[in-house]
């Protein structure tokens, strides 16, 4: 792997991960992710960010310096723009390899330096408007924007070359190859970073939202060049359209998304099953588009983000020993971490010798704030009257939309 110039003296660097690992141990990654690290020269030297010891990442870190005639020992400033540990995983050899640079982050930043890795020296905190002036013309700046994705977080930015080193945001899943620039990869693939994009940001920003509008509007002063994320493409040749991406996705949390409708849905024998196809032929009447997911044979990963970025939710499932069927319980609690607010959602299910999904679901969706359509439930198999009722409130729900 080797650096690629972004310009005169700044590197992107990036490691990509293939693995069967998830990623924060809980959401797959079967396309990878790459972590991307960044290197700004001026008479010293700055490294952004850096890596965990993952699948040779560190190892592929090391190749992308020496293609610059750099290596560990060489870095004078360590910049670490958020401590999670996809990012910083590796520190404590860096700081073998390396004891002399000094690692600068935020004030929280620092403090979990220490607890995360027991560095205690060599250490600065930055803040709002603090520079590292790294001699040759080269002057990095600091903002703190808390909350993309932890407290702690803060955007580095090199005003020369108009980059914008933001980590977290504007970042994506997927491994880069030997590619980083947007103007390098075809419509498909912007297609594939858009899909795995719009995952990343509703499994790891979805709680978030708000802030990576308060960064956006933090940072709107600067003339954005290149927007240098620490995952996925970097952009140079239109920054603006993952800024505006990111905002587009931050403005769905809490109110309307795109007009559509994702089914979620879990069955035992069937019986629920049929009542979400007929959900589906009142939806379709209505000639609104719907994505279908069923759990738990689908991963959460992917049946979050079709609930972050639709309007409206059929949940479907039985009752389950006097409660819900419990993956849907998983997936609602995921759901209220995650922020999945503002929805307009239709609920139903068949129960067998008694129901209970009712209340458990009710209790679970209390804090949602959720336009709930009456839920909907029968004994057993669904009588033709059921099947019409269900029919009647798929549309329901698809009317709702259309009148949003
Ligand atoms: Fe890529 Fe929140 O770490």
Redesign the pocket.
């Known amino acids: 792997m080797k650096a690629q110039t972004i310009a005169e003296g700044v590197y992107c660097l990036h490691a990509d991960i293939q693995t069967t690992d998830l990623f924060?141990g809980i959401w797959p990654i079967p396309d990878g992710v790459s972590?991307n690290a960044y290197v700004v020269r001026g008479e010293k030297t700055a490294l952004i960010d850096l890596v965990r010891d993952w699948t040779g990442a560190p190892q592929q870190l090391a190749d992308c310096l020496a293609s610059i005639g750099l290596d560990f020992s060489r870095i004078d400033y360590l910049i670490l723009n958020?401590l999670?540990?996809?990012?910083t995983g590796w520190l404590r050899e860096f700081r073998k390899q390396n004891p002399g640079a000094e690692i600068l982050a935020t004030a929280k930043g620092i403090n979990l330096v220490k607890t995360f890795y027991k560095v205690e020296t060599g250490l600065r905190a930055v803040k709002d408007g603090d520079t590292l002036d790294l001699g040759g013309g080269k002057v990095l700046g600091f903002f703190e924007t808390p909350n993309?994705?932890?407290p702690e977080?803060m955007i580095t930015w090199e005003p020369v070359s108009g980059t914008l080193f933001t980590?977290?945001a504007f970042?994506s899943f997927g491994t880069l190859g030997d590619r980083v620039f947007d103007d390098e990869f075809t419509e498909t693939e912007h297609v594939f970073f858009e899909d795995e994009g719009l995952r990343y940001f509703a499994n790891?920003l979805s709680s978030f939202a708000v802030f990576v509008e308060k960064a956006v509007r933090k940072t709107a002063g600067l003339d954005i060049k290149i927007v240098a994320p620490?995952?996925g493409p970097v952009w140079r040749e239109n920054p603006q359209k993952i800024i505006d991406r990111y905002l587009k996705y931050a403005s769905w949390a809490g109110g309307p998304a795109e007009k559509k409708i994702a089914v979620i849905w879990g069955s035992m024998y069937g019986q629920t099953k049929e009542g979400v196809d007929a959900v589906i032929r009142g939806i379709e009447k209505e000639g609104i588009p719907y994505v279908v997911r069923r759990v738990p044979d689908e991963n959460v990963s992917w049946v979050l983000t079709d609930a972050y970025r639709c309007s409206g939710i059929v949940l479907a499932m039985p009752t389950y020993e006097y409660a819900m069927f419990p993956p849907m319980s998983y997936v609602l609690d995921i759901f209220r971490r995650k922020h999945i607010y503002g929805k307009k959602v239709l609920r139903i299910g068949s129960w067998g010798w008694a129901g209970g999904a009712k209340k458990d679901y009710e209790a679970a969706i209390e804090a949602l704030k959720w336009t709930s359509i009456e839920s909907y439930e029968w004994p057993g198999s669904p009588t033709e009257e059921d099947l019409k009722m269900l029919e009647a409130k798929g549309a329901e729900l698809a009317r709702a939309l259309k009148a949003e």
């Open positions: 924060e972590l958020h999670e540990p996809d990012h993309i994705h932890w977080t980590c977290d970042g790891i620490s995952h």
